[in-house]
């Protein structure tokens, strides 16, 4: 018996990560096509695909006035039958598998004295019954509480109550597996936009440090599709603005709190605190906690019972800087991110460590202050900015972090060298390095000669 089925990227940045060996990004970035879907467009695209009733075979059924003879000739008459539903007034009332019933009814005797016999001798009385209307999603729920016998029997379908047919449970797991695979890619497709987004949002920063900074580097390589570090170059008069940050998270999460910490950013440099980075941490440190809620509150739990609550606890690490051309200074604050400096002819690589407080988190006070360091910079020094996810990458023979140490040795070697040329040795080395080991954070870097 048959059955029916009814049925211009950014000069000078790097690719986001996809290997352990890193790309230029081409000079023009190609927008991708706008997702086409509603956050319900899983379910709405075409609800009936997603429905138990989407699985439906028609299975014709017998009754429990059969006997066990003819149901022996309808399984062997019909070899792809995995089971016959048995129907009572338009009731499913149990189902018979086929090779459980093949295997008895071959017995010495069974035939003799259970061939005119009720077919419900061998019936299944707790079969998983569903409504077509029921989704996919619980159908799974239910087959699984029902137990592995469902995947081997099959299920029986009905609708408005009545027996309608049979599923079974290959298609079953082939219909989950390809609904997953479609909300997958429409994720995928929604997330990859999203990365165009975020870089668009980068390439102000490039434009403005390529017109400043002919000889530097920019280093984004977010660890999935999207990430959590961003940077920001803005251009005045008298100098320019520049800074890098690790906001929490990577992937969607950290993309998400990029946009809202380079929106914090913009509202809080304006002529007044520009030339002083730590008061912009501190501008922006408040406009975070209090946007966000992250503030302790004190509440009274009881007599003399003070809890502590805050809502999230979100943030980034930070390094701004200011560089004045007159004077030929730079100003760093750094919230828990430091800053590399070589001066020309030097020997040595200055790692300058900022403050331990990171900028909004719930632990991060309110009124937090970060100092500010100043350096005068001769012609032809080098400074450097890096987020944490390249020091801490795990690799070597010992399987530990890249280190501030190794960085700031690798950085000595090549400081002479044009800073492109540089990019592709940090870049190298890193990858070296980490070998197999998964890469574990964003990694950002940002170089300059002065």
Known sequence: MAFI??????????????????????????????????????????????????????????????????????????????????????QPIGLINRNIFMDSFARPFHREIYGNKSCIAFMDKKPLVVDGQISLQEL??????HGGKTLADGFI??????????????????????????????VME?????????????????????????????????RDVVGGDYFHFEIF?????????????????????????????????NADNR??????????????????????????????????????DDGMD????????????????????????????????RLIEGDRLGVGYAATPLTQTWRNQSFTLAPGATVYLCTDGMVDQPGGSKRIAFGKKRLCQLLLEQGEKPMAQQQAAILAALAAYQGDEPRRDDVSMFGFRT
């Open 5 to 90: 089925k009814h049925s211009q990227c950014l000069a000078n940045l790097t690719i986001p990560y996809r290997s352990s060996r890193s790309l230029t990004m081409p000079a023009q970035i190609t927008p991708l096509p706008r997702p086409s879907f509603t956050p319900d467009a899983v379910p709405a695209a075409s609800a009936k695909q997603h429905l138990a009733a989407s699985l439906l075979l028609n299975v014709p059924s017998i009754t429990p006035a059969q006997t066990n003879t003819e149901v022996y000739a309808r399984f062997d008459r019909n070899p792809a039958i995995v089971g016959l539903p048995v129907v009572e007034n338009e």
């Open 140 to 145: 799974s729920f239910l087959a699984l509480d």
């Open 157 to 186: 379908i009905t609708v408005g109550g009545r027996y309608a047919g049979m599923g079974t449970g290959r298609d079953m797991v082939r219909a989950l597996s390809n609904l997953q695979a479609e909300k997958n890619r429409l």
């Open 190 to 222: 929604s997330i990859g936009y999203a990365s165009v987004i975020q870089r668009s949002f980068l390439r102000p920063s490039q434009q403005a440090l390529r017109a400043s900074l002919p000889d530097h580097f920019l280093i984004w390589e977010p």
């Open 237 to 269: 008069d008298e100098g320019f603005f520049f800074a890098l940050f690790d906001c929490t998270g990577h992937g969607v999460p950290g993309a998400f709190m990029t946009l809202i910490m380079a929106s914090f950013l913009e509202h809080a440099l």
């Open 275 to 312: 030339r002083n980075p730590g008061a912009v941490l501190a501008e922006v440190n408040h406009r975070v906690k209090t946007a966000l809620g992250q503030i302790a509150h004190a509440h009274g739990g009881g007599a003399g019972d003070d809890e502590i609550e805050h809502r999230s």
């Open 318 to 349: 930070a390094a701004f800087c200011w560089f004045d051309r007159a004077r030929r200074e730079l100003t760093y604050a750094g919230a828990h991110s430091p800053m590399l400096l070589r001066r020309a002819g030097e020997s040595e690589v």
